[in-house]
Structure formats: structure tokens, C-alpha cells
């Protein structure tokens, strides 16, 4: 089935630790994004990626690096740099970011990513 | 800068009543998105609205778009606990898809 898959569902961060979140896609999508989303808060969006090796800053960055290596694969690694970083995490990916490319425009998510601090 | 909200931010009703739940946006946008999320789970998509005067409807929701007052609604009828769930409106912007989401709308249908 395709689908999106993200790991670990659970992940616990000690101070001053990176920690990499997992993103994997079989849909054969162009654009991934990394979404973060606190209670009672919509999904902020922190960096997406129209195709490999391109990669763009969303509203809130700081704190966050991603990669896009291959095209089914978005890592998102959480720096000591992010000081307040529980939070529940969503990758999600689209066939394109470009309303013209594609005139739908949903995107997919995965199941999420707890992230709480030791 | 787009900015969505959603009214009200938490709704708790009582099996069989109809209720509607709004989302507004401040930028010019021709389509908008509803999802849900039930507790702890992802996101699914609900309905995809692409022009004015849209609706779309599934089961005891209904939704649609008008553009023209930057306004969509999500029509619940005569709910059941299945629908408790959190619903989202998300809203893209300029010729791209990246879509801005408002704050939720916690839904609790209670017997």
C-alpha cells in the first residue's frame, strides 16, 4: 500500500542531544514538508521540499535541518538548538507544491512523531 | 501575511443536533482544504474545495466555499460520537499549494 511511514512513533530527547525524525514516502510525491503541532494549535510549518536536493525554510526553522537525499526520504533533525521541542510532529507530502502541476493539491500525512525532553 | 481562523474552537454537541463550524481567511485563495484528526492519529483529508460556490458532502458533513467573503463551512448533521474528532481548514496561498491551517475545531458529540 502506499502510504507515508514515520519513526519512531515515541522519541525522548535529553538536553542539549540532536535527534533525527524519520520520514519515508512510496507515493511517488515531488514536495515533502515537515509540520509541527502543539495542543490546541493548527500545524506550523517548518521546511518542505519541492524535489531532491532542494529544500526551503517554512515559518518556523529555527532550530530544525533537513535533508532530501532521495526522493522518498525527508529527515528532520531536531537540534539543541530548539529549546522548546515536545511537540507532536507530521510529515506530509503532495504531488507537487504547484497548483499547476497539480490541480487537486491534498497532501498525505504520516502517523506523527511524539517528541518530548528528558 | 494569510491568516485562517476557525470558529468556534471547541464544540461539544449533543447526538442528533446539527451544527456548523466556520473557517475565514484573509488572502485571496480560490480552493481550501478540510481535514480531520482523531486524537493522538494523523491528519485525512475530508474535502478538497477548488471554486467558489463548491460544495462537497460525505455522510453527515457538508462543506463549502465561497470565496468572494473568504468563508467556508463544515455543516455537521445530526452528529454521532464517531464524528468527535478535531477538525482542521487549511488554506493555500499564492500559486502554490503550501497550505496555511487554522487552529482546529475540537469536536465531542455526546449521547
Known amino acids: 500500500d502506499g502510504g507515508i511511514t514515520q519513526s519512531p512513533k515515541y522519541l525522548f530527547r535529553k538536553e542539549g542531544q540532536n535527534v533525527t525524525l524519520s520520514c519515508e514516502q512510496n507515493?511517488?510525491?515531488?514536495?515533502m514538508y515537515w509540520y509541527r503541532q502543539d495542543p490546541g494549535q493548527g500545524l506550523r510549518l517548518i521546511y518542505y521540499?519541492?524535489?531532491?536536493?532542494?529544500?526551503q525554510k517554512g515559518d518556523i526553522a529555527e532550530g530544525y535541518s533537513v535533508s532530501r537525499e532521495k526522493k522518498e526520504s525527508f529527515p528532520l533533525t531536531v537540534t539543541s538548538a530548539q529549546k522548546n521541542p515536545t511537540a507532536f510532529y507530521l510529515c506530509a507530502s503532495s504531488i507537487s507544491i504547484w497548483q499547476r502541476s497539480d490541480p487537486r493539491g491534498k497532501l498525505f500525512f504520516g502517523s506523527g512523531t511524539q517528541l518530548s525532553v528528558l | 501575511e494569510l491568516k485562517v481562523e476557525q470558529n468556534p474552537l471547541f464544540l461539544s454537541m449533543q447526538e442528533g443536533k446539527n451544527y456548523t463550524i466556520y473557517c475565514n481567511y484573509s488572502t485571496t485563495s480560490d480552493r481550501l482544504y478540510w481535514y480531520r484528526q482523531d486524537p493522538g492519529k494523523s491528519l485525512e483529508s475530508l474535502f478538497v474545495?477548488?471554486?467558489?460556490?463548491a460544495v462537497k458532502q460525505e455522510g453527515r458533513l457538508m462543506a463549502s466555499l465561497d470565496t468572494k467573503a473568504r468563508l467556508s463551512t463544515l455543516h455537521i448533521t445530526a452528529a454521532v460520537h464517531d464524528l468527535s474528532a478535531t477538525y482542521f481548514c487549511?488554506?493555500?496561498?499564492?500559486?502554490?499549494?503550501?497550505?496555511?491551517f487554522g487552529r482546529g475545531t475540537s469536536l465531542i458529540v455526546h449521547p
Open positions: 521540499s519541492q524535489i531532491v536536493n532542494d529544500f
Open positions: 507515493l511517488n510525491h515531488d514536495a
Open positions: 487549511a488554506v493555500p496561498s499564492g500559486g502554490s499549494y503550501i497550505p496555511t
Open positions: 474545495l477548488l471554486s467558489n460556490g
